[in-house]
């Protein structure tokens, strides 16, 4: 295994800038996923990592050694791709042994290491099938145990789970996060999908515009974003967003005008320069309570309602038109039109300044606080 270091990475295709000075730390046996949206640059710098695509400026190290001309087979490294990229007219077995037979491996070595990895994959009984006798989830194992019998110092993941169907995902994470606990392997993982980031993650690296807007532990993401961007991103549903003004501070306490009147006073220390400032107010759903008083009270119009069994999403138009997401309980009796009033407690908020950066949140209450 390795430690992996990415130094003031860029790249540049001629005079477009898609990476700009990415620094990054990944220490052994750490699961590390990249998230943002597409185009944010998390897949080419995944691709610099592997040796797929040159460095413009910057140095990438691997156990201390900087491989920026290195070529991928040099690296200690292996990669699983989205699209499987198995050969078809090959079995299980040759597919996942075809690697070390470039390598010139020893047979017994050779059958020893798939043998071993179809074990952990739970391959064993089709390791004399070929892809086209395979499920999606079946040749996404082939494709991780043909990764595995290299015994690379760092896996990288290009998104495996896009290509499978929901119930697959599931299996196929937790299969994922069963052979990091096992393997106790670096990993590199790529997705869009901030559920498999939060799941499978000892830290999340998330990016935006080919910058990283935060580095972080799922809950450290969660409960305490440095940035708009990442408070939107991180969560599902997304974090609602509405503006407020402003209108008094004090040493560890600020009173926002709420949408629709009224006032709340909420614990960040904000400069006293703020006031009369619009800002923007974060709250998760989850955090929102119907038909309770709270710090931060929201009322408005439902305009959509969905059932999903354990637990009910209402869509509330408030008076400010601004759309928001309260989450109630499965058994919620919440229609079309009726008019609802919810509220959370001001530990539960954000705020973000006009720029889009948090202001900081004083004694912050223990179930708000990131679980590291």
Same mark, same amino acid.
Request: glycine share 8%; with cysteine.
């Given at each position: 295994?390795?430690?992996?270091?990415?130094?003031?990475?860029?790249?540049?295709?001629?005079?477009?800038?898609?990476?700009?000075?990415?620094?990054?730390?990944?220490?052994?046996?750490?699961?590390?996923?990249?998230?943002?949206?597409?185009?944010?640059?998390?897949?080419?710098?995944?691709?610099?990592?592997?040796?797929?695509?040159?460095?413009?400026?910057?140095?990438?190290?691997?156990?201390?050694?900087?491989?920026?001309?290195?070529?991928?087979?040099?690296?200690?490294?292996?990669?699983?791709?989205?699209?499987?990229?198995?050969?078809?007219?090959?079995?299980?077995?040759?597919?996942?042994?075809?690697?070390?037979?470039?390598?010139?491996?020893?047979?017994?070595?050779?059958?020893?290491?798939?043998?071993?990895?179809?074990?952990?994959?739970?391959?064993?009984? %089709?390791? &004399?099938?070929?892809? *086209?006798? $395979?499920?999606?989830?079946? =040749?996404?194992?082939?494709? @991780?145990?043909? /990764?595995?019998?290299?015994?690379?110092?760092?896996? %990288?993941? &290009?998104?495996?789970? *896009?290509? $499978?169907?929901?119930?697959? =995902?599931?299996?196929?994470? @937790?299969?994922? /996060?069963?052979?990091?606990?096992?393997?106790?392997?670096?990993?590199?993982?790529?997705?869009?999908?901030?559920?498999?980031?939060?799941?499978?993650?000892?830290? @999340?690296?998330?990016?935006?515009?080919?910058?990283?807007?935060?580095?972080?532990?799922?809950?450290?993401?969660?409960?305490?974003?440095?940035?708009?961007?990442?408070?939107?991103? @991180?969560?599902?549903?997304?974090?609602?967003?509405?503006?407020?003004?402003?209108?008094?501070?004090?040493?560890?306490?600020?009173?926002?005008?709420?949408?629709?009147?009224?006032?709340?006073?909420?614990?960040?220390?904000?400069?006293?320069?703020?006031?009369?400032?619009?800002?923007?107010?974060?709250?998760?759903?989850?955090?929102?309570?119907?038909?309770?008083?709270?710090?931060?009270?929201?009322?408005?119009?439902?305009?959509?309602?969905?059932?999903?069994?354990?637990?009910?999403?209402?869509?509330?138009?408030?008076?400010?038109?601004?759309?928001?997401?309260?989450?109630?309980?499965?058994?919620?009796?919440?229609?079309?039109?009726?008019?609802?009033?919810?509220?959370?407690?001001?530990?539960?908020?954000?705020?973000?300044?006009?720029?889009?950066?948090?202001?900081?949140?004083?004694?912050?209450?223990?179930?708000?606080?990131?679980?590291?």
């Amino acid at each position: 295994m390795a430690d992996l270091k990415l130094d003031q990475i860029c790249k540049s295709y001629g005079a477009v800038d898609v990476l700009h000075g990415i620094d990054l730390d990944v220490k052994d046996g750490e699961f590390v996923v990249f998230v943002g949206p597409s185009g944010c640059g998390k897949s080419t710098l995944l691709r610099i990592i592997a040796g797929l695509e040159d460095i413009t400026s910057g140095d990438l190290m691997i156990d201390g050694d900087v491989v920026n001309t290195k070529t991928p087979k040099d690296r200690g490294i292996a990669m699983v791709f989205q699209s499987y990229a198995l050969y078809p007219h090959m079995t299980v077995y040759k597919n996942m042994a075809f690697g070390l037979k470039l390598a010139k491996t020893d047979k017994a070595a050779l059958d020893q290491r798939v043998r071993a990895a179809a074990s952990t994959l739970q391959l064993d009984s %089709l390791l &004399d099938r070929r892809p *086209s006798e $395979l499920s999606g989830g079946q =040749r996404q194992r082939v494709a @991780i145990g043909r /990764a595995i019998v290299r015994e690379p110092k760092v896996f %990288l993941f &290009d998104e495996p789970l *896009s290509n $499978l169907d929901a119930a697959l =995902r599931v299996q196929t994470r @937790i299969e994922i /996060a069963k052979l990091h606990q096992k393997l106790k392997s670096t990993i590199v993982y790529v997705t869009h999908d901030q559920i498999e980031a939060m799941t499978l993650a000892d830290k @999340i690296v998330v990016m935006n515009a080919g910058k990283v807007e935060q580095v972080g532990s799922p809950m450290t993401l969660y409960h305490h974003p440095k940035t708009r961007f990442v408070a939107g991103f @991180i969560g599902s549903p997304a974090m609602n967003f509405t503006r407020v003004k402003i209108i008094a501070t004090a040493d560890e306490t600020v009173t926002v005008e709420m949408p629709g009147g009224g006032t709340a006073i909420l614990p960040f220390a904000v400069p006293a320069g703020q006031v009369g400032n619009d800002v923007e107010l974060g709250i998760r759903p989850e955090h929102l309570e119907l038909n309770r008083a709270g710090d931060l009270p929201v009322s408005g119009e439902v305009e959509v309602v969905e059932k999903l069994g354990d637990s009910t999403y209402l869509y509330v138009r408030l008076h400010n038109g601004d759309l928001v997401t309260l989450r109630a309980p499965g058994h919620s009796r919440a229609k079309i039109g009726e008019t609802v009033v919810a509220a959370a407690d001001g530990g539960a908020a954000h705020l973000f300044d006009a720029n889009g950066q948090t202001f900081a949140k004083v004694n912050c209450p223990a179930q708000y606080s990131a679980d590291e």
